[in-house]
């Protein structure tokens, strides 16, 4: 989920927190398992500050090791010693177990977008991205910040927050269901479909989509069960030639290949510039393929340029790649 969201829920997990009576009878506690649950549901995302370094290693890295099984552990260890300094009588028993259901509800949210975790490392370095929510979501930051609101104005934190943790499940158990209708429905559409993605959007009943065939990539965007196709393409492997193999090690491009599970590819050829373009079919924005990884070369196949990442226009791209060489 985005920041907001995860700042939201962890105030109102603070606030379901006084359920606790060795929480809710002492006020050093209370302040303590407060603080020490805002910040366990933002610890995770500490990793954002690898953006400032390059494209490739927040790709790469970004919901990696701080989403992982040690992560998880370790995370409200942390907390809970360096909150122990500020509050040395508050319970740590209490205070490590409420930092931990808050590093672990943050991990546990992030599974459901489109974008996931490696949340089983070191067991597994598979993304778990479930498809079922946007990383951000107005429905679920509205309903925090109502019960919020609610709470604000001196009702009852823990029965605000029960009906508001009751209402997201079933929440939740309805975009399963209508996830679930949408992929059935790109299956009906396209015969022969034998890998489909639904990634959702802002909008409840606007989704988008990408599907496989043995013989196509087929993108699209559903309303409810209704299927608008936009894009077809050739299903083309990789060609298996020295340009390629010089392209798949730049670290740009692994890194996309890391992540993305469908995609397409380009290659141009500029005066003495070869390209290799590979393109994203999850992402289609205003007929446009906005995540790419795009790998420039001379004649020899010596790598001049390259960039990964979310770009919205040509000119863009044009700017994040050296030209300098043309």
């Known amino acids: 989920m985005d920041t907001g969201t995860h700042i939201v829920m962890g105030i109102a997990l603070g606030g379901f927190a006084l359920a606790d009576p060795v929480v809710a009878s002492n006020p050093v506690t209370m302040t303590a398992v407060i603080s020490g649950v805002i910040i366990g549901?933002?610890?995770?995302?500490?990793?954002?500050?690898?953006?400032?370094?390059?494209?490739?290693?927040?790709?790469?890295?970004h919901r990696?090791?701080?989403?992982?099984?040690?992560?998880v552990i370790l995370w409200p260890i942390l907390i809970t010693g360096g909150l122990s300094l500020f509050f040395p009588e508050a319970n740590l028993l209490h205070l490590w177990l409420w930092s931990f259901l808050a590093v672990f509800m943050h991990?546990?949210?992030?599974?459901?977008?489109?974008?996931?975790?490696?949340?089983?490392?070191?067991i597994s370095n598979r993304w778990i991205a479930l498809g079922v929510v946007?990383?951000?979501?107005?429905?679920?930051?509205?309903?925090?910040?109502?019960?919020?609101t609610i709470w604000a104005f001196g009702a009852n934190p823990v029965w605000t927050m029960s009906v508001l943790y009751i209402s997201m499940f079933i929440y939740y158990l309805v975009r399963f269901a209508v996830q679930a209708a949408i992929k059935q429905a790109v299956r009906n559409t396209i015969p022969g479909t034998d890998k489909v993605f639904v990634?959702?959007?802002?909008?409840?009943?606007?989704?988008?989509?990408?599907?496989?065939?043995?013989?196509?990539?087929?993108?699209?965007?559903?309303?409810?069960r209704a299927?608008?196709?936009?894009?077809?393409?050739?299903?083309?492997?990789?060609?298996?030639?020295?340009?390629?193999?010089?392209?798949?090690?730049?670290?740009?491009?692994?890194?996309?290949?890391?992540?993305?599970?469908?995609?397409?590819?380009?290659?141009?050829?500029?005066?003495?510039?070869?390209?290799?373009?590979?393109?994203?079919?999850?992402?289609?924005?205003?007929?446009?393929?906005?995540?790419?990884?795009?790998?420039?070369?001379?004649?020899?196949?010596?790598?001049l340029n390259s960039y990964t990442g979310w770009i919205f226009s040509e000119d863009k791209l044009r700017k994040k790649l050296d030209y300098s060489h043309n």
Request: glycine share 4%; aromatic share 14%.
């Open 64 to 71: 990696g090791a701080t989403h992982s099984i040690p992560a």
């Open 107 to 122: 991990v546990f949210v992030d599974i459901f977008n489109s974008y996931g975790t490696q949340a089983l490392r070191p």
């Open 199 to 224: 990634a959702p959007t802002m909008r409840f009943f606007h989704w988008r989509i990408a599907a496989d065939t043995d013989r196509h990539h087929y993108v699209g965007r559903a309303y409810g």
């Open 227 to 303: 299927i608008n196709i936009y894009d077809k393409f050739m299903k083309k492997e990789l060609p298996d030639n020295n340009m390629i193999q010089a392209a798949l090690k730049d670290k740009n491009m692994a890194a996309f290949i890391s992540f993305s599970p469908l995609y397409r590819w380009e290659i141009n050829e500029y005066g003495n510039i070869y390209e290799v373009r590979l393109i994203d079919l999850r992402y289609r924005s205003n007929d446009y393929y906005p995540f790419v990884a795009v790998v420039h070369m001379d004649k020899d196949c010596k790598i």
């Open 41 to 61: 549901s933002l610890a995770p995302d500490v990793d954002t500050v690898l953006k400032l370094r390059d494209n490739a290693v927040y790709i790469r890295h």
């Open 134 to 148: 946007n990383t951000f979501d107005p429905i679920i930051f509205g309903a925090h910040v109502l019960a919020l």
